[in-house]
C-alpha cells in the first residue's frame, strides 16, 4: 500500500500543476459592458443667444461732500437713508478757532480803514500846504504815496476778512441739493483734516444701471447696442424687462477683474439706488445653427467636445465643438458637427473612445399600448 501511495502522488501533482500555474497567470480584462445612452439626431436651426450681466442701479450724480476746512466734527445732523434738500445743514464743526480768525481780520481792517483815513487827511494838508509854498513837490508825492499805500492795505485787510468769514462758514457742511445719503465715513467726535468724505449723497435725477462686461464681449456690446431693444432691464424678482440705452465703457479695463464698466441709461425708469437688477443683451438670430441639451456637452483635455454614434459598429468616438452661446437650457453649436450625425445627450461621463453602446429604450408603462395577440391557429 505504501508504494501504491508513492505511486500516485507523483501522478496526482503533475496532473494538477498545469491548473494551478494557470490560475496565478495574468487574466484577461473583462471587456466594457455595453451602456445604454441617449441619442439625438442633430439638426440646422435658427438661434438668438443672450447673454445676462449682473448689473446695479446708481445715480448718476453721487457725490462725497466734504468740509473745505479742517476741525473736529461736533455733530452729523443726518443718517443713512435720509432726504436731505439743497441747503440743508448735514454736519458741523468746531468753529470756535475759526470765528477768532474771523474777529482777527475783522480788527485788521479797522486798523487799515484808521490808517488810511489818517493818510488820507495828512494828504488833504500838505496839499493845502504845498500850495502855499511850505513845502516841496517831492514831499507831497511821498504823502500821496503813503495814502495809496494805506488805501491798498485796507483792500487787502477787507480781503482776507471776507476768506475767514467763508471760512468759518464752511464749519458747516450743507446739502447741494435733493438726494437721498447712501454712505457716512465719518462720526462725533472725529478730527477731520480738509477734503476728508463726511457723507455721499445720490442726487436725484437720472439713474444708471452699471455692470462689468469681459474684455473679448465689448465690441459685441457696442454693437449690439446701437440696435434698439438690444438691452434690456430686469429688476431682481421681476420678469418683466424694460428698454436701457448704452450711455458710456470705461476705456480701460479694471486692472483687478479685466472687465470693462458699462453704463446704460434707465430713462424714467422709477429706480432707487442700490437696487440689484440683470441686463440682457440680446444678440441678432444666427440661422444653420445645431443646438443640443446642455447635458450633451463635457470637457476633455481643455476642450469642449460631444459623444457621436457610429451607428454601424455602435460606437461613440469624441468631437471637438465649438459653443456660440447658450438659449434657455440648451447649447448652441457653432462648429464641429453636420446635420444627420447622432449625438448622445445623456450619459456622456462614463464613456470612452471606441465603447460600444446601445440606444435606450424607455420601459412599456400601464399606459403604454399593448399589440394585439394574433389569433390562435384552429385545428
Not at 471760512?167 to 477731520?192: E, F, H, K, M, S
Not at 446635420?339 to 445627450?345: I, K, L, S
Amino acid at each position: 500500500m505504501p508504494h501504491l501511495l508513492r505511486l500516485v502522488s507523483p501522478l496526482l501533482l503533475a496532473t494538477l500543476l498545469p491548473a494551478l500555474l494557470s490560475g496565478c497567470g495574468k487574466q484577461p480584462a473583462a471587456p466594457e459592458p455595453e451602456r445604454a445612452v441617449r441619442t439625438q439626431v442633430v439638426g440646422a436651426s435658427n438661434a438668438s443667444a443672450t447673454h445676462e450681466y449682473a448689473a446695479e442701479v446708481r445715480a448718476r450724480i453721487e457725490s462725497r461732500l466734504s468740509f473745505r476746512v479742517s476741525g473736529k466734527l461736533l455733530s452729523r445732523d443726518v443718517n443713512l437713508g435720509d432726504t436731505v434738500k439743497p441747503g440743508q445743514v448735514l454736519a458741523r464743526l468746531d468753529a470756535q478757532d475759526l470765528k477768532l480768525a474771523e474777529a482777527a481780520a475783522s480788527a485788521a481792517v479797522a486798523a487799515a480803514r484808521t490808517n488810511r483815513d489818517q493818510a488820507g487827511q495828512d494828504y488833504k494838508r500838505f496839499v493845502d500846504l504845498q500850495r502855499q509854498g511850505f513845502i516841496s513837490t517831492a514831499e507831497l508825492e511821498r504823502r500821496d504815496s503813503a495814502f495809496k499805500a494805506a488805501q491798498a492795505q485796507l483792500e487787502q485787510a477787507k480781503a482776507q476778512a471776507d476768506v475767514q468769514s467763508n471760512q468759518a462758514a464752511y464749519a458747516q457742511l450743507r446739502a447741494d441739493g435733493t438726494g437721498v445719503v447712501t454712505n457716512i465715513y465719518a462720526d462725533p467726535g472725529q478730527v477731520l483734516a480738509a477734503g476728508t468724505p463726511v457723507v455721499s449723497v445720490a442726487l436725484d435725477g437720472p439713474r444708471d444701471v452699471v455692470f462689468s462686461v469681459p474684455e473679448d464681449q465689448v465690441a459685441r456690446v457696442k454693437a449690439a447696442a446701437a440696435q434698439a431693444g438690444a438691452l434690456k432691464l430686469r429688476l431682481w424678482g421681476s420678469d418683466k424687462t424694460a428698454p436701457l440705452t448704452l450711455r458710456e465703457v470705461a476705456g480701460a479695463a479694471d486692472p483687478v477683474t479685466r472687465t470693462f464698466l458699462v453704463k446704460a441709461d434707465a430713462g424714467k425708469l422709477p429706480l432707487s439706488p442700490g437696487q440689484s437688477a440683470t441686463v440682457v443683451l440680446e444678440l441678432p438670430q444666427v440661422a444653420g445653427v445645431i443646438k443640443l441639451p446642455l447635458s450633451a456637452v463635457l470637457e476633455q483635455g481643455g476642450k469642449t467636445s460631444v459623444w457621436v454614434l457610429d451607428s454601424g459598429s455602435m460606437t461613440v468616438k469624441p468631437v471637438a465643438v465649438t459653443v456660440a452661446g447658450a438659449e434657455g437650457n440648451e447649447v448652441v453649436i457653432a462648429g464641429g458637427l453636420t446635420p444627420g450625425q447622432e449625438v448622445v445627450v445623456a450619459g456622456v461621463h462614463v464613456l470612452n473612445p471606441g465603447q460600444k453602446v446601445k440606444r435606450y429604450v424607455p420601459p412599456r408603462t400601464a399606459n403604454t399600448p399593448v399589440a394585439p395577440a394574433a389569433p390562435a391557429a384552429s385545428r
